[in-house]
């Protein structure tokens, strides 16, 4: 069983130095596929990621964002 719907927002830490929103389209194969809400300059994009990379709260992605920043340090 899947810990997203499609449908559902979800966020993600991008280069360790942000975080960006996005919406599930579709889940195949073990990734996700995500169409990406905003943050990317040349506008709207979407990806593929597996689950590990994806958080259900921004407040989530925050702390692994926090614990990124301090492992790199």
């Known amino acids: 069983m899947n ?3 499609v449908g559902q927002t979800i966020y993600i830490v991008a280069n360790n130095r942000e975080i960006l929103s996005g919406t599930i389209l579709k889940y195949s194969g073990g990734l996700y596929t995500i169409k990406l809400s905003h943050g ?3 506008g ?3 990806t593929r990621l597996k689950e590990h990379r994806l958080y259900a709260t921004k407040n989530e992605a925050n702390k692994a964002l926090e614990q990124a ?3 790199s340090k």
């Open 44 to 46: 709207p994009a979407a």
């Open 40 to 42: 990317i300059s040349y």
């Open 69 to 71: 920043k301090k492992m």
């Open 3 to 5: 810990k997203y719907k």
